[in-house]
């Protein structure tokens, strides 16, 4: 494993670091009226190039937390984190990392295609590239033909599809994604799961998955990070020993299901602490 | 169809059929002396006498003269058709006969007011958006423009308009086209620098976080989003604003010894006791503040549908 300084110090500039997520003793306090709220305590943790991590747990764990803290969209009171080796703000500045929310919050007022070019646009890219680049992905995730349609046209499983294609436009080696099929329903949710899982096979990006059902974290996943809340900490880290060829029957094999019963005593045993 | 259009003409004929019915108490004691100086015999005798007795026993008394209300001259409240014939007269039939700019048409007078009422729009509407961008970027702006805005609002128009008048001749500006815009966009400005703070304010946390994840500038976070997510406000403010600039426009016009434009026809009308030369000009100013709302509405609608709206 490489510390910060040592890929400073001796990795070449060219070569990315293997660890994408280096979080050490990383906590985060907020201050309410109720006093404080600790959403995260000692929580260390590595994710390595190309790993698809799932955060499972409870709400009031921290996992969004956590995902947000690796994005900089919210500030550690506590510990280190480095993204790509730099700081999360840096890594954000240099546009690291795709994020793609709850809800789909594509722009109203813009088209499909419009809405997936937005990051292109404010990133400054050529015009050309931008409309090679949308085609691109707008095929990845299977919305060719809807670009010229505005996002109340299309389902919640669609817009969830082309928020995506909009995380994926540029291109940020890790993508960030928080409970992004939370709202859909089961049959969709199976479909988005292969799609996402044939996508990452293709683009081979690391990426951090915010989710609350166990099957879902034990399908997609390379490693499951299982938290609690109060204090949000890491209760268990799993490696999943499953290949990475997974077709949606997998999940009735004695593997799978094995590794979603340690999930699931994970998540029991963060709940036995209050 | 006929759901849509059954109420808006059953609230319009109860207007109407209101506007009627009060005709004849407002103009009983004109028409009984209209009716007394021609050599009628009135219940009770002389003007003075009636003064003390109420509109409804004078109309009791005296039912054979209510219908003269109708048809006055100079009466207390002119019927519907009265206002509709003057309106015609003095707009419509002035421009048949070729003379649409005459200082006697309401087109001409109309025209005064519009002028005056765009400038003030445009300046107000200005005005406001730019506040609302410099309260929208920074708190300090916030805590320094808007108690200034608030009290501004709290002073009487018709205080200030003379004010307004008398200052600007006194930095030398000519005519009362510039004053009067200043007092119409003074008008204007509020509803639409609170209407644009709101609609720039109005993106989610998680829209901002979004263009935050793509390290996007301030610029391009208003061009990309507060702007775009503003526009719906921004009609409804305009619509808004429009009116308020009519409005001023018209009382910009009334204390300032104006003889053009709707408010001084207004005061006009009032000076040399013709009702029916304010009630036409009180329509005609409505007509002009509806026909504007209406373009601005079919603006709105453009826009919209540019804007992927489910027009």
Same mark, same amino acid.
């Given at each position: 494993?490489?510390?910060?300084? =040592? /890929?400073? !110090?001796? *990795?070449?500039? &060219?070569?990315?670091?293997? %660890?994408?997520?280096?979080?050490?003793?990383?906590? #985060?306090?907020?201050?309410?009226?109720?006093?404080?709220?600790?959403?995260?305590?000692?929580?260390?943790?590595?994710?390595?190039?190309?790993?698809?991590?799932?955060?499972?747990?409870?709400?009031?764990?921290?996992?969004?937390?956590?995902?947000?803290?690796?994005?900089?969209?919210?500030?550690?009171?506590?510990?280190?984190?480095?993204?790509?080796?730099?700081?999360?703000?840096?890594?954000?500045?240099?546009?690291?990392?795709?994020?793609?929310?709850?809800?789909?919050?594509?722009?109203?007022?813009?088209?499909?295609?419009?809405?997936?070019?937005?990051?292109? =646009? /404010?990133? !400054?890219? *050529?015009?050309? &590239?931008?409309?090679?680049? %949308?085609?691109?992905?707008?095929?990845?995730?299977? #919305?060719?033909?809807?670009?010229?349609?505005?996002?109340?046209?299309?389902?919640?499983?669609?817009?969830?599809?082309?928020?995506?294609?909009?995380?994926?436009?540029?291109?940020?080696?890790?993508?960030?994604?928080?409970?992004?099929?939370?709202?859909?329903?089961?049959?969709?949710?199976?479909?988005?799961?292969?799609?996402?899982?044939?996508?990452?096979?293709?683009?081979?990006?690391?990426?951090?998955?915010?989710?609350?059902?166990?099957?879902?974290?034990?399908?997609?996943?390379?490693?499951?990070?299982?938290?609690?809340?109060?204090?949000?900490?890491?209760?268990?880290?799993?490696?999943?020993?499953?290949?990475?060829?997974?077709?949606?029957?997998?999940?009735?094999?004695?593997?799978?299901?094995?590794?979603?019963?340690?999930?699931?005593?994970?998540?029991?045993?963060?709940?036995?602490?209050? | 169809?006929?759901?849509?259009?059954?109420?808006?003409?059953?609230?319009?004929?109860?207007?109407?059929?209101?506007?009627?019915?009060?005709?004849?108490?407002?103009?009983?004691?004109?028409?009984?002396?209209?009716?007394?100086?021609?050599?009628?015999?009135?219940?009770?005798?002389?003007?003075?006498?009636?003064?003390?007795?109420?509109?409804?026993?004078?109309?009791?008394?005296?039912?054979?003269?209510?219908?003269?209300?109708?048809?006055?001259?100079?009466?207390?409240?002119?019927?519907?058709?009265?206002?509709?014939?003057?309106?015609?007269?003095?707009?419509?039939?002035?421009?048949?006969?070729?003379?649409?700019?005459?200082?006697?048409?309401?087109?001409?007078?109309?025209?005064?007011?519009?002028?005056?009422?765009?400038?003030?729009?445009?300046?107000?509407?200005?005005?406001?958006?730019?506040?609302?961008?410099?309260?929208?970027?920074?708190?300090?702006?916030?805590?320094?423009?808007?108690?200034?805005?608030?009290?501004?609002?709290?002073?009487?128009?018709?205080?200030?308009?003379?004010?307004?008048?008398?200052?600007?001749?006194?930095?030398?500006?000519?005519?009362?086209?510039?004053?009067?815009?200043?007092?119409?966009?003074?008008?204007?400005?509020?509803?639409?620098?609170?209407?644009?703070?709101?609609?720039?304010?109005?993106?989610?946390?998680?829209?901002?976080?979004?263009?935050?994840?793509?390290?996007?500038?301030?610029?391009?976070?208003?061009?990309?989003?507060?702007?775009?997510?503003?526009?719906?406000?921004?009609?409804?403010?305009?619509?808004?604003?429009?009116?308020?600039?009519?409005?001023?426009?018209?009382?910009?016009?009334?204390?300032?010894?104006?003889?053009?434009?709707?408010?001084?026809?207004?005061?006009?009308?009032?000076?040399?006791?013709?009702?029916?030369?304010?009630?036409?000009?009180?329509?005609?100013?409505?007509?002009?503040?509806?026909?504007?709302?209406?373009?601005?509405?079919?603006?709105?609608?453009?826009?919209?549908?540019?804007?992927?709206?489910?027009?």
């Amino acid at each position: 494993m490489l510390s910060t300084d =040592e /890929i400073d !110090g001796f *990795a070449e500039r &060219e070569t990315l670091p293997d %660890v994408v997520i280096d979080a050490r003793d990383l906590s #985060l306090t907020f201050q309410t009226n109720d006093g404080p709220v600790h959403a995260l305590k000692d929580v260390s943790l590595t994710i390595e190039k190309g790993d698809f991590v799932s955060f499972i747990g409870p709400s009031g764990c921290g996992k969004t937390t956590f995902l947000r803290v690796m994005a900089d969209l919210e500030k550690p009171t506590g510990g280190a984190i480095t993204v790509n080796g730099v700081s999360p703000e840096e890594a954000r500045k240099a546009r690291a990392y795709g994020y793609v929310f709850q809800a789909a919050g594509l722009y109203p007022w813009r088209t499909i295609a419009g809405n997936v070019r937005l990051p292109l =646009e /404010i990133m !400054g890219y *050529a015009k050309s &590239e931008m409309a090679e680049r %949308v085609a691109k992905v707008l095929d990845l995730v299977e #919305l060719s033909g809807f670009e010229q349609k505005f996002p109340w046209q299309l389902s919640g499983g669609m817009q969830q599809r082309a928020s995506i294609a909009r995380a994926l436009a540029f291109d940020a080696d890790i993508l960030l994604m928080d409970e992004p099929f939370g709202a859909l329903d089961e049959i969709v949710r199976d479909h988005l799961n292969e799609q996402l899982l044939a996508l990452w096979a293709r683009t081979g990006k690391t990426i951090g998955f915010v989710t609350h059902s166990i099957p879902e974290a034990v399908y997609l996943s390379t490693k499951i990070v299982v938290m609690s809340p109060r204090p949000g900490r890491i209760t268990d880290v799993i490696d999943s020993p499953l290949p990475k060829e997974r077709p949606l029957d997998i999940r009735d094999t004695p593997e799978f299901l094995e590794i979603a019963h340690r999930v699931r005593d994970g998540l029991r045993a963060g709940h036995a602490y209050d | 169809m006929m759901r849509v259009v059954f109420p808006v003409l059953a609230v319009l004929g109860a207007i109407v059929v209101l506007w009627y019915l009060a005709v004849a108490p407002m103009n009983i004691r004109v028409a009984l002396d209209t009716a007394e100086r021609a050599g009628a015999e009135i219940v009770p005798e002389g003007s003075a006498v009636r003064r003390d007795v109420s509109v409804w026993r004078l109309m009791a008394q005296n039912s054979e003269h209510v219908a003269l209300g109708y048809a006055l001259e100079r009466p207390r409240l002119p019927t519907p058709q009265q206002v509709g014939q003057e309106l015609w007269k003095t707009t419509g039939k002035m421009v048949q006969r070729g003379r649409a700019w005459s200082k006697r048409s309401l087109i001409y007078h109309g025209w005064i007011t519009l002028q005056s009422t765009f400038w003030g729009f445009l300046l107000g509407t200005s005005m406001g958006i730019l506040g609302a961008v410099l309260i929208t970027h920074s708190r300090v702006m916030e805590m320094s423009l808007m108690p200034w805005a608030i009290i501004s609002q709290t002073i009487p128009i018709v205080a200030l308009a003379p004010m307004i008048i008398v200052l600007s001749s006194q930095v030398g500006i000519e005519g009362r086209g510039v004053p009067k815009a200043i007092i119409s966009a003074y008008l204007c400005y509020f509803p639409v620098l609170v209407g644009m703070v709101k609609g720039l304010r109005s993106p989610a946390t998680a829209q901002l976080d979004l263009l935050k994840t793509y390290n996007a500038s301030g610029a391009q976070v208003f061009r990309f989003l507060r702007l775009p997510a503003s526009v719906p406000y921004l009609f409804t403010t305009l619509k808004v604003g429009i009116a308020a600039a009519l409005v001023g426009t018209i009382v910009g016009e009334l204390p300032t010894g104006a003889i053009s434009g709707l408010g001084a026809r207004i005061l006009i009308g009032d000076q040399f006791g013709t009702p029916l030369a304010i009630w036409s000009a009180l329509f005609a100013a409505a007509i002009l503040a509806g026909m504007l709302v209406t373009l601005l509405d079919v603006l709105q609608r453009l826009v919209q549908r540019r804007m992927g709206g489910r027009v």
